[in-house]
């Protein structure tokens, strides 16, 4: 499915292009959302205002529509952006955070859901959520990302999007085909926004991978391998989180290998 | 009044527990202190969205309501928030950012104070503030925090809630017991944010400790304890933050020294 | 123009005056922004309800108004903040975050500039955009600082404000004299909110340097001589963001060397 040859070419061709990936997201999480961005060769923009958005999407390569902290303002503007760049020919990908804890959050996402979305990433408690099948307590999952597969392969069945759930393994799905990816490292479920920042950085592959299932796959892969880099040096989470950020900058200088499954 | 020992196992409880800690907060500092809590070992959720908030008040074990960056949206989100955590039984915390600078905001807080918060905490300008006696300029404090515990007290008294004055030297109140805390360091000052981590802290251990009074106790304990470890390696208010994060994940590795007043 | 002993001066004094300085800036920067202000030693505060606004704007020693993920309600509290600050005879600055390239914030943008801001910083895109010259993509820079010069110029004329172009050089003019500063390094561009941050410094450096052109010429110093030594210990743009905020703490430690022009 991916290597780590073709996931080399992806992060090469990504800072070649900078694409330019316009946010929606909470306070929590765009400024960690912007520096990851950065760190890695794109470009963010985070424009939320009614009368800007549709402008921002549109000129954007990429959507990326995260419901942390939603607010019936930011659920406007964000449905303005899907139709902008929709309307444009722009990929949008969602990021539906506490989906499935808090019911008027996942009656939004399913709207969202018909709008169709090139890439939904989530986890398990979250793409189970989508599916009105249980969820989670607050934004932190309940449940392990293998559980949430079959829901993930529906998911994308009725969607029409790349679907994945991250966890201690990560899975990717279209439907029919399904890619399991190994990097990453237990500490970075102890930084927050890190599930953001990979949906954020899905937006900029699927902006310049020609494929949607290896983009967000190659995008996985990027976020994993760089939180193992970081774990190595990283005194905790506080150190983690900036260790990541220079991780993916660094990503070119370092062994771009996509770890097997074990076993 | 709390010990070594008894802060040991309040950081052991808390761990075990990992309360879900709802914080209505300000961009500012919303990803620090959901840093905060986080490597200490407690669960964030920040909704604020009108037609979310009153939902996740009452799932969550406690709710923060800290008035920094106030606006008209979150104060009526907050309203709501301590009705329904009150309604399901949870303990609020109130964090009076700029109160007594920041007239409008002294009021709204003085309204909140009326509704049994389990706890409040501020500097010695935001204490005196809220009983209306003078107050800071923008959200530092002017006043040591000795000068203040006479009003926590009364505040305490008026409130029923358990009041910290936080400065050098934190004092904490039941409006008859009084403790005093010695841990801390003065680069935490120059860091911002320090303060609204702190009671969100107090939110957790609210949630998990059965006092009150020793639970804001051990708070602020926890807050001094892993600032001063923080200091040791920090070369600047930059690093203090992060070492900061990495120390409250490493709590259960260090020394719980409760600092004996000196002399 | 400004030499290492006037920078030297300007410092302590920011540092003996401590000055209260009100941003109103967006969800992605506020913390940086704020922990950029209090590292250097000013007091940041970041009001932005429309019930309170005008009354920090007043008692602060300046504005700072930044355009980044602007909203209609930000806007309207930018407006009474800098009627409040105007006032009260505080001076103001203005960072016009994404103009040129997102075309209603451009005109709001243009609005605030006859307002008599007493400095405007921008890159040179958005430097052009104020002028309807082009503009830039996102909220990146398309164009060297030096293809901004003259319009730089011409907006000091119009507007009576100091305005200054950053890039790998940056340029201070009011309108008649121009300074180049050649501090800095190119990792701040990989870190969001560095020039968010340097307008915040100016708003600092406004309200305790006698002369205009000689607080914002300061203040892009500090910044530069603050991000090259952060730099020297920067493993990315992570640690980047980190370093700086120490650099800001430690200038009085650091020699102070204002960059002669190459060659």
């Not at 976020?223 to 983690?240: D, F, L, R, T, W």
């Amino acid at each position: 499915m991916i290597t780590s040859a073709s996931l080399a070419d992806a992060v090469a061709l990504l800072r070649q292009r900078r694409p330019l990936v316009h946010n929606l997201t909470s306070a929590v999480v765009a400024n960690f959302t912007a520096n990851a961005l950065l760190s890695l060769g794109a470009a963010p923009v985070m424009a939320e205002g009614a009368d800007e958005v549709a402008l921002v999407a549109a000129a954007a390569d990429a959507l990326v529509i995260n419901l942390g902290m939603l607010t019936p303002q930011r659920a406007s503007a964000m449905r303005t952006a899907v139709a902008a760049a929709s309307g444009a020919g722009r990929p949008w990908a969602l990021d539906p955070v506490g989906v499935g804890a808090i019911a008027p959050r996942t009656e939004f996402a399913r709207d969202l859901c018909r709008l169709r979305p090139a890439a939904i990433r989530g986890n398990a408690s979250e793409i189970l959520g989508l599916l009105g099948e249980g969820g989670g307590r607050g934004v932190d999952t309940t449940a392990r990302s293998d559980t949430a597969v079959a829901a993930a392969r529906q998911l994308a069945r009725e969607t029409g999007a790349v679907v994945a759930v991250t966890g201690a393994v990560d899975y990717v799905t279209d439907g029919a085909r399904l890619i399991s990816l190994h990097n990453g490292d237990p500490v970075m479920t102890r930084v927050t926004g890190m599930g953001c920042a990979a949906t954020a950085i899905i937006g900029a592959c699927l902006a310049t991978d020609p494929a949607p299932l290896a983009g967000v796959a190659h995008a996985l892969s990027i976020v994993g391998i760089a939180g193992e880099a970081a774990a190595q040096g990283a005194s905790g989470p506080g150190s983690m989180q900036i260790a990541f950020l220079d991780a993916l900058a660094a990503l070119d200088t370092t062994r771009l290998r996509v770890e097997p499954p074990p076993g």
